[in-house]
């Protein structure tokens, strides 16, 4: 471990000792979702899918989120179940998508997610919500030990899962691997797109199996469940299959997006990534549309989390987003809402 990382490792030990020493509890269930690594390994998809499961078994989900670039100071309500009330700016991208995409559903956004818990409760009990059939679903939680849950979810991006094995910031890593130990279940994300070899996994679970023996482990991919125009209107399932696309996106692990359009069939002429929750400037748009027409695109593509920050602005008609959706193993939401143990 070099010096930069055993400084990171030290004041890590401190806040982790801190929050757990102050830990507090939620009189309901609290479902974590969260990563060893920075970047994308789908939380997002991952945190709207167990909300809308948690719904079909008749459970009133909440979601509780740091809200990331977000401007709006927490707690504060992003959605109580009736779609945004902030905008995209002062809640972050990714509450907002969530919002717009769960109906019934109340996203909280707040860096303590204790003191949301609470506030939600404050708010939501007088209007007949029961403690006994709420979940808090935590987004992005497992370095947040000062609120107990009853299951952590890891999440592992299976093309990159131990981020180099060096902690920040000289790799990924948010905490060293042995921290794998304390997950209640496993999903490598990205391990059911098309690509990935049977023995390649078989031998990343070995390798899981050695810090964490007992925590089930499932493989999840990204699946299409949207295409359509930036106003709502589908288009055919099949419809990005043989078209010439140029792609741009600004997520924490761009490569999944281009899987996603290769494996629907799509001829991916060009792609700009830019930063993770990048805030898109005029001359951004005006570039992507310059690197498009040159690389011979008919149809400019992007993500749901993009477009909402690019959508009230005059948009060329051949603008196209792509949905995906949170694909996992059968088994896994039985596993997650399963009151046995913890």
Partial sequence: MRLLEFLYYLGLTAKKFHALKN???????VISIGNLTTGGTGKTPCAIALAQEARRR????????????????GPVFVSMGEGPILSVEEAGDEPFLMARKLPGVPIIKGGDRYASGVFTLERLTPRGWDPAAM????????QHWRLYRDKDILL??????????????MGRLR???????RADIIVLTGAADAGNKEEDMAGLCNEIRLYNPSAPVFQAGHAPVFCGTPSGEGMPGDWLSGKRLYAFCGLGNPDSFKKTLLAEGGILVGIRAFRDHHHYRPDDMT?????????????????????????????????????????????????????KGR
């Fill in 175 to 181: 905490e060293p691997l042995t921290a794998m130990g």
């Fill in 287 to 339: 570039a992507v549309q310059t690197e498009a027409r040159k690389a011979g695109a008919d149809w400019i593509v992007t993500t749901e989390k993009d477009i909402i920050k690019i959508q009230e602005r005059g948009l060329p008609d051949n603008v196209v987003v792509v949905g995906t959706g949170f694909a996992v193993d059968s088994g896994f939401y039985d596993n997650v809402f399963d009151r």
């Fill in 135 to 142: 979940v808090f679903i935590l987004d992005d939680g497992f």
């Fill in 156 to 169: 592992m991006d299976s093309a990159n899962p131990f981020g180099a094995r060096k902690l920040l910031p």
């Fill in 58 to 73: 008749g459970l009133k989900p909440v979601i509780l989120t740091r809200g990331y670039k977000g401007t709006a100071q």
């Fill in 23 to 29: 830990q507090k509890r939620l009189p309901c269930r």
